[in-house]
């Protein structure tokens, strides 16, 4: 994975529903910045955050409809809808020379989704299947 594109992997990640490897992808001092709290989230409480976003987003017609990269970030946009909400944001990554994720920052517009995701991830958050 080393020499992968973490943006890569994370798709890969995603689609092969695979939390090993989402959790290899973090770095020891990833950061997650959720849309609904403003304290990041260390690497643990990350991904758990980002197992929950997994049930809530790639469930719903979930796609990226935008990706731009440089050498070590980049911002994806994705739209989805979950309940008949829609739900436009982004994705920001960066990380670093070993290609492991070092921050995650996820910006959802307008408030009325950013609610929707909220009242969906507390629900999946709830489950004790989510945090083994």
């Known amino acids: 994975m080393q020499n ?8 890969e990640s995603l689609t092969s529903n695979n939390p090993s490897m989402l959790y290899d992808l973090l770095a020891d001092d990833f950061e997650f910045f959720s849309p609904a709290v403003f304290k990041s989230k260390d690497k643990y409480m990350g991904f758990i955050y980002l197992m929950a976003a997994h049930e809530t987003f790639l469930t719903s017609s979930f796609k990226y409809v935008t990706d731009i990269r440089n050498d070590n970030q980049a911002i994806l946009e994705f739209e989805c809808e979950i309940d008949g909400v829609h739900i436009n944001g982004i994705d920001m990554f960066k990380w670093n020379d070993e290609n492991k994720l070092t921050e995650m920052k996820v910006m959802i517009r307008t408030d009325k989704a950013l609610k929707q995701v909220i009242t969906t991830m507390t629900g999946h958050l709830s489950r004790p299947e989510i945090w083994r």
Request: hydrophobic residues 40%.
């Open 4 to 11: 992968s594109n973490p943006v890569n992997v994370w798709h």
